[in-house]
């Protein structure tokens, strides 16, 4: 089993940066491959971002340009910095892992429980 818990969300401004944290336990973290999703109210879950266990990446379309993932291998923990942040980034994001998929499909094995981002306009 491996517990997620998100951090670093919060209201903010259009235009305005967070910066997403999720820490990881119960199991060696480097090799999952690790998810950042998103879901709007009223709206099905969308992927936002991935990285693999060999630190390549994925985006969303949406968020190509401003936002960014990394991992810390040692701290357990992936990180979401996102900048010029959107009213329609309004949602709750989720950090998510997986042994085996990669992508940006909402397939992986393990969840946390969320963070509200709110971007106001």
């Known amino acids: 089993q491996v517990q997620l818990v998100e951090s670093g969300g919060g209201l903010v401004q259009a235009g305005g940066s967070l910066r997403l944290s999720c820490g990881a336990s119960g199991r060696t973290f480097s090799p999952y491959a690790m998810g950042w999703f998103r879901q709007a109210p009223g709206k099905e879950r969308e992927g936002v971002s991935c990285?693999?266990?060999?630190?390549?990446?994925k985006y969303s379309d949406s968020v190509k340009g401003r936002f960014t993932i990394s991992r810390d291998n040692a701290k357990n923990t992936v990180y979401l910095q996102m900048n010029s942040l959107k009213p329609e980034d309004t949602g709750v994001y989720y950090c998510?892992?997986?042994?085996?998929?990669?992508?940006?499909?909402?397939?992986?094995?393990?969840w946390g429980q969320g963070t509200q981002v709110t971007v106001s306009s």
């Open positions: 998510a892992a997986d042994q085996l998929d990669y992508g940006l499909d909402p397939t992986y094995d393990y």
């Open positions: 990285i693999d266990n060999d630190d390549s990446t």
